[in-house]
């Protein structure tokens, strides 16, 4: 027997023949998800049921997972014993066993793990990865976009995915320029912010003799690391692209095209007042951004280098661990032009220890100049310790410079190491308001999306993307918040607006919970209180996703409910 969740679920029988999965209950395809997503280990009634229902317990989670494991066995393994069956019951809990069933998930880690013993470019390791591309035509789970237990597992297969079409596009790009060129922009579309793709495909499309799809891929890339990640390409790739308008030779330019309005998506507004307080003389030296998830540091930040030309240098912290630490820093230094010497000490910095004094002095020369330059650090509230005091030195030491540190909320640095760089100025980016969207000429645009900027980005683009951009949005701002809160928000897609009293009915829970939540839920932007007193949706594009979360069968009862307890 063997069982595919790469791509949609499937199971196929020893004989070829191919098992009806998809006819499996809802809650059996999550719960055979999980288990191969961590095959192999144990997985306790409580651990499992946590993956598949989340806040949505059931009340006897315990008796539900064991119907559920019984469905599966008796669906694919009717004529055998439980004892022998791929879902092991083992020490109150549950395993997928991949030597009773093969998992395509498991083929596919262990093909991985054997990359690590073969040569780069080797005949041996290029038949693995052509085993792992195909493999990879497809991410898991697509029926759980949004699940926690599924984000590890589907970012592990995209990184073997993308590392599989790189590795072999590089193989054939002197034999087989086309095929290059396809495996590359399929690692593009996987992972789009990430600048080897674009490069292997420009080095693709210079081998065809396509100078000006390579030029275009650079655009693209250029476009998406500043927009996105609000930083450079690297110097390396930025030679590339100055060899190739040399080596252009000059067509005629087409005229210009009529001037078109921007769509919303690459607009930025508002935000006035607080990026005049980072480009007027005499700013402080320390500012702190801070807004939930989707209000727009990232824009912001990028809106700042557009009125600071040259002078603003960005890097993403939340990605520079280990090895890595500084990545963040380098990123920075390459937006602000330093010599590559400068960034040769930070690539020669260790992970775990600050610079040295002669090191930092280095760096320190390189920013210190006639005018005054901006350090920023998205995602900052996860800036190791070592990182946070090279910061302070350079703080202290290069009269001219600014630190500009994003994160989410003031109380996500508390006993973290960033706190110690104090708070002087801590500026927080607020829903727009319709002033500040009236330029778009869509008065629907504050009801559908509260003013949360990353809801307005996709407001115009297709259904499925504007619902799933919300629920993103939705999921992140309450992931911290206390177990009503989700619960809150759900009542409220259902039913629309209700009181207090109706969500304490509801919910079940005690009066000064759900009275935090809600303040939290309001905090938060999620949610909004009207003049009768009531509570509901400030973003009819969130209400309608969380909306559709929820089963009729679940709709009907919850209106049900309200009416009995009115």
Known sequence: MRVRVLGQLSVIAGDGTVLPAGELPRRARQVLAVLAARHGRIQSKDALAD????????????????????????????????????????????????????????????????????????????????????????????????????????????????????????????????????????????????????????????????????????????RVLSDELAVSPSADLLRLHRKLLTDRTPVPSPPPPPPRRQPVGDEFLGRIAEVRVLVEPHQPKVIHIVGPHGAGKTAFLAELARHLVGRVGAGVAGSSVGV??????????????????????VDAAGPGEPMGRAELDRIAAALTGPEPVVLAVDDAADLDGASVAELAWLSANCPGLHVVLTYHYPSQIVRRPVAGLGTPVVLRLEPLTADELAPLGDDTLLLRTGGIPALVAVANRSREVALGVAMQTARSRTRWMPDPAWDILRFCAVLGDLSADDLVRLTGYPAAEVLGAVDHLTHAHLLGERPDALTGHRATLIRDAVAGQVSGASGRYLRGLLAASS
């Open 51 to 222: 993956a598949v229902w989340g806040d949505d317990l059931p009340g006897n989670h315990v008796a539900a997972l064991e119907h559920y494991v019984s469905v599966i066995r008796r669906r694919f393994q009717p004529n055998d014993a439980a004892s022998a069956c791929f879902i092991v019951t083992n020490g109150g809990g549950y395993y997928f066993d991949t030597a009773r069933a093969e998992l395509d998930l498991a083929d596919l880690r262990q093909l991985v793990r054997d990359l690590d013993s073969l040569p780069q470019g080797g005949p041996e390791r290029l038949s693995r990865q052509e085993e792992i591309l195909e493999l990879t035509r497809e991410l898991p789970f697509p029926e759980d976009p949004y699940a926690d237990w599924a984000d590890s597992a589907r970012t592990e297969v995209q990184i073997a995915a993308v590392g599989a079409r790189l590795e072999l596009a590089t193989a054939c790009l002197e034999r087989d320029a086309n095929r290059s060129l396809r495996l590359a922009q399929e690692a593009i579309e996987l992972n789009p912010f990430l600048e080897r793709g674009y490069r292997m495909a420009m080095e693709a499309a210079i081998a065809m003799d396509r100078r000006d799809d390579a030029l275009r891929f650079f655009e693209r890339c250029r």
């Open 324 to 345: 890595q630490r500084l990545a963040w820093l380098r990123s920075a230094l390459v937006q602000l032009g330093v010599e590559p010497a400068v960034l040769a000490v």
